[in-house]
């Protein structure tokens, strides 16, 4: 049984950080991209950040500079690690698990909240 599950969410002021963890298991899980996704109400869900099986990470504009994703293939784990946070960063972030071998195949995690406020 597959299982995606996201932790490290919660209340932080402007200008502190967090960091985000997902852990994968029930996968392949150096064959996987991992990415993270984020929505805030009323928006739609948007990618954050990403990194490929061949560790080639992505990033949203609006985080370039500030979120760092990795992963440790050992662990079955990939984090966020977040800076510099906005409220603008206020969201729920969902932990995204895609094969890079198998067409269609991806999981979901539940997510976790992050609050950025005062």
């Known amino acids: 049984q597959v299982q995606v599950v996201e932790s490290g969410g919660g209340l932080v002021q402007p200008g502190g950080s967090l960091r985000l963890s997902c852990a994968a298991s029930?996968?392949?899980?150096?064959?996987?991209?991992m990415e993270w996704y984020r929505q805030a109400p009323g928006k739609q869900r948007e990618l954050v950040a990403a990194?490929?099986?061949?560790?080639?990470?992505i990033y949203a504009d609006s985080v370039k500079g500030r979120f760092t994703i990795s992963k440790d293939n050992a662990e079955n784990t990939v984090y966020l690690q977040m800076n510099s946070l906005k409220p603008e960063d206020t969201a729920v972030y969902y932990c995204h698990a895609v094969s890079s071998v198998a067409r269609g195949r991806d999981y979901w995690g539940q997510g976790t909240q992050v609050t950025v406020s005062s």
């Open positions: 990194i490929m099986s061949g560790r080639r990470t």
């Open positions: 029930g996968i392949i899980f150096r064959i996987y991209d």
